[in-house]
């Protein structure tokens, strides 16, 4: 059964990139679950194949991409899944088309990004060596609740494996506890950082309660939404002590990325790389797929940065200004992948735009929505300056912001989940899945 499945998702994989359908990233692993639902675990249960899984709200594509990158350059061999396809049977696919026909894992390292909604029935089904937990903030409230119950069904899956080495966040409140909890655990380190920030979280800041006792925490320094210095004065829970807070060379921009960074460089660095070693490996780094990506389409740049909650994007937003940006189009789908809840839009500091945006597009299905946005940071911020345009065709929208963008410039995409998806088809002309 096991070699069957491998054999039929090879097939569909092939066929779906002859035919230019995508790469086939889950129907070869949809297809081996449906055949036996233990697929994952039968194939990993004789393997030697160390098992890194990365979790969290924001981030976890870029750090699993960074680790394998450093790991590869440092001659490891990998397996990923690297089209983000993060369910049990995006899973289960990259196992399919990257083991042999004989059903044999022969990559040193296998380095998994799990939704946060999968992360516990993935923990059923593999015995992970390393498990990197980033963040959690508010994100597809349709699908995954609020942040505190998610974080409660992940230290619950993780109280069954007392073996597993953790890599956490210890600016994240809710990921320090879930640490803190787990005395039993073989090796438990932080990443965070340590430098001058905010003097309290911002509006839009998800967790800003202990997690233990309820009380209202206080702050020394607040790095963005709720991720900083903390320490609640009811029942003396507190930060962490970090392992790491800096290092020498970040390859991307924006202080989220910089938390990318260190949770790569700490797990490396527990694999036993030298920080040469992990330096060289990121200096190698190559953004994934819509994550500050940048492409070039009809002569001019292009620059994806996947938005998907107000955390994230109002980050995005502080980013894209650092990089000067004038063209921005602005891509809102409200498709199952994306959450088909579209409010969290109003979390998001688009006031800010108009300190530096000279033209904005807004498209996608719920353009409308967007508009209407925009439209009342105007008014409630007598903002002059901030001026759009709907498009609600995609080829068009991105037609129209190409024109307004000079050829010394970029063009800067903010686009949900699936609306990356659809327009990097219009640029790359190919589906991603």
Known sequence: MKL???WLGKSISLISRVLNLGNGSTWPGHLALKINKHFISSLLKNSKTQIILIAGTNGKTTTSLLIKTILEHNKKSTIHNSSGANLLNGIASSLVLQSSLKGKLKADYAIFEVDENAFSKVLLE????????????????????EVANVAKKWATALQEEPTINLILNADDPQIAYIGQQLFNHKK?????????????????????YCPRCGTKLSYKNVYYSHLGNWECSHCGLKQPQTAIERFTYMPLEGLYNTYNTLAAVLLCKSLGLSEKQIEEGLQAFKPAFGRQEKLN??????????????????????????????????????RYADGTDVSWIWDVDFEKLADFADNIIITGDRAYDMGIRLKYSQKEFKIKNLKFKIELDLNSAVQTALELTSPTETLYILPTYTAMLDIRKIVSGKKIL
Do not use: C
């Open 4 to 6: 069957l499945s491998i």
């Open 126 to 145: 593999m015995d992970p060596q390393y498990i990197v937990l980033l963040n959690l903030f508010r994100d597809q409230l349709d699908r995954y609740g």
């Open 188 to 208: 438990t380190e932080y990443f965070g950082l340590q430098q001058k920030g905010l003097d309290q979280p911002e509006h839009a800041a998800d967790s800003t």
């Open 297 to 334: 389409y009809l002569g001019k740049q292009l620059e994806f940065f996947l938005v998907k909650n107000p955390t994230g994007f109002n980050q995005t937003i502080q980013t894209i200004k650092h990089l000067k940006a004038r063209t921005i189009l602005l891509a809102l789908n409200d």
